[in-house]
């Protein structure tokens, strides 16, 4: 049959869709509004302005050569409508991130301090958090003391944006001692968001019971919590082995007549597949519909790994077709355990079908699995479907694949 992978192990969830979003939305949407209107506080672009601005994002968008986007991005930020953008900044800090290229984001990041708007805290908090994104807090901390160098307000805005650098830098031993201490330092009031990034500081180190205490703090002082914290506890309790405790999370949510959301249900369904009762997920994914709540690709993807951890090919290929039909991106991670499986289970035209979903896509799985099915195929005489993923493995768009057809 070829080789045959180990899937993941079930007590330990690897699905990082959910913490990575949710770490970025706790400080995002506040700062996100700050930013755009102080940048453009000061713009007086003309159509013609816009027009270059445009024209700046679109060539950094396409490049493809990470030292040019560096020199391009230079150049852009010259122009004040330019730096009114937060979209680019954040995809090319993203992109120089992803190819470990902190010097280049450190360049462009370091050269928007020559410019005016350097002297308002939104962009100085924007800095910031793009900082944290590449997960490079030192350099976030340092923008953050040299406000003052500037004469630069720092308020809770910009406090957040330094707590949320911490978090996803992943120093998240860290968090508590800025909440603390450098809010008194300042003599800053720490707010819901201030609350909520230091949550989920707690909840990824796995110190629950520190987060509940502070939920209780926080609720002494005055804020009420809402579905981001109710989010972050949930899938931290969940998604540790403790459902008994975020039941009554999630009790306390619903008292508060604070409503769960997609990200609410899916913290309970990880819940429910590490406890191994399938038959209750199933019944949560009926309750998101009967609420109009659709399911999305972390919905599917913890469906598809519970029923395959309880050995169900069955299951596992119904909520494999209803990804499918749902329109929702596929996971790596989950289809590289998939494929194995239904190899394990001898259906092989099953695990031939996903590699060609893998195969025409933009998806990339690794190349060894794919040859498995390859091999098993032709192993079962099955030549026809064999040569067909190793011509799409050839000529697909974004990886070559090196698939060879076994001589049987």
Known sequence: MGRVFLFWSPLKPSINLYSEHHTRKIEMSSLCRLIRRTLSTATTATATDSTKAKSFCKEIYKERNLEQLVEK????SVDEDFRTKPSVYKEAVRRLA???????????????????DISKEGF???????????????????????????????????????LGACVNSKKF???????????KELDIEPDLVSYNTVLKAFCEMGSMDSAVTLLDEMEKKGLEADLITFNTLLHGFYAKGRFVDGERI?????????????????????GLTLEKRMEDAVKVVEEMKSEGIQLDTFSYST??????????????KHWYHEIGRSGCKRDKLTLEGLIPFALQKGDFMFAYGICKDVLCSKLLVQNALIQSVVDALAKESRMEAAKELVNLGDAHHTYSYKLNLPSI
Request: hydrophobic share 40%; proline share 1%.
């Open 73 to 76: 991005f230079k150049i852009a």
């Open 98 to 116: 992803a190819a470990r290229k902190f010097n280049y984001v450190e360049e462009i990041l370091e050269d928007q301090k020559q410019y005016k």
């Open 124 to 162: 100085n908090a924007h800095l910031i958090s793009l900082y944290g994104s590449a997960g490079m807090f030192d350099n976030a901390r340092k923008v953050f003391d040299e406000m003052l160098e500037r004469n630069c307000a720092q308020t809770v805005v910009s406090f957040n944006a330094l």
């Open 173 to 183: 031993d860290e968090a508590e001692g800025l909440f603390k201490g450098l809010s």
């Open 250 to 270: 999630w009790e306390q949510m619903k008292e508060k007549n604070v409503e769960p959301d997609v990200r609410s249900y899916n913290a309970k369904l990880l």
């Open 303 to 316: 469906l598809i790994r519970g029923f395959v951890n309880e050995r169900d090919l069955k299951k596992a």
